[in-house]
């Protein structure tokens, strides 16, 4: 099946494994909604603390480091809103309690479109099925539908007056078999900048650049675009 134009939503919420996951991700999709003025908020899950290169570095910097880089990441998608929950990155799984703190985010920004991660393990792509990416996209969809909906799920959100939301749609990047793109050539050097921004993950920026836009124009010719196009591509699903 041809892939479809992903159009943009009312506001948006990017649920994340790790720093630099919505990066490398869609985070030219996020500078492209953001500006059309879409309001997009960022919730990232661990703080990437089993991530790096350097042996020598003091591993407790880490967190603070990747929080910082995520931050920068951010801006340069024109994002203001990073919500970290402090998980322990390579140790994620399912939980009552991550479900919870999701539909807390949902509840709280109420968005119409939730961005997450693949629940489905990519054969050819493995990088993106890493173990807290496959359980960050199934704590997403469990906490979207039914958690953030129903009153009686968590009812301790209730008490801190968060509201039941439904989410109308999920966007999933990474799916094995996407059915939607978006173009995102004009964001390109936003994209690479928000990447950049990871210098704690990349021991040779220039290459990891370089085979990001590989990725992306490899994606833009199965949506159909032509030379020199860049693309992202998801798996919509709706919700509401």
């Not at 703080?47 to 920068?72: K, Y």
């Amino acid at each position: 099946m041809p892939l479809i134009p992903m159009e943009p939503p009312q506001s948006a919420l990017v649920i994340s494994a790790h720093p630099d996951d919505v990066d490398f991700g869609l985070a030219g999709t996020v500078a492209r909604w953001r500006a059309l003025g879409v309001p997009v908020a960022y919730c990232v899950i661990t703080d990437g603390d089993a991530g790096g290169f350097d042996r020598s570095v003091d591993r407790s910097t880490i967190p603070g480091t990747r929080r910082s880089e995520q931050l920068a990441a951010a801006r340069a998608a024109g994002v203001d809103t990073v919500e970290f929950l402090g998980y322990h990155d390579g140790a994620l799984t399912v939980s009552m309690q991550l479900r919870r703190d999701l539909a807390a985010m949902i509840r709280r920004y109420r968005p119409e479109r939730v961005m997450s991660q693949s629940p489905v393990r990519n054969f050819t792509r493995i990088g993106t099925s890493h173990p807290d990416h496959l359980a960050a996209g199934e704590a997403a969809l469990q906490a979207v539908y039914p958690d953030s909906r129903n009153p009686f799920a968590h009812p301790e959100l209730l008490e801190m007056g968060l509201e039941p939301h439904t989410v109308l749609e999920v966007a999933m990047s990474a799916y094995p078999e996407p059915s939607h793109y978006v173009d995102i050539t004009d964001q390109i050097d936003a994209k690479i900048s928000a990447i950049l921004a990871h210098e704690s993950q990349l021991p040779q920026p220039k290459e990891a650049a370089g085979m990001v836009k590989q990725w992306l124009s490899a994606a833009a010719g199965m949506a159909g675009l032509g030379e020199g196009r860049y693309a992202e591509l998801f798996y919509l699903i709706q919700t509401g």
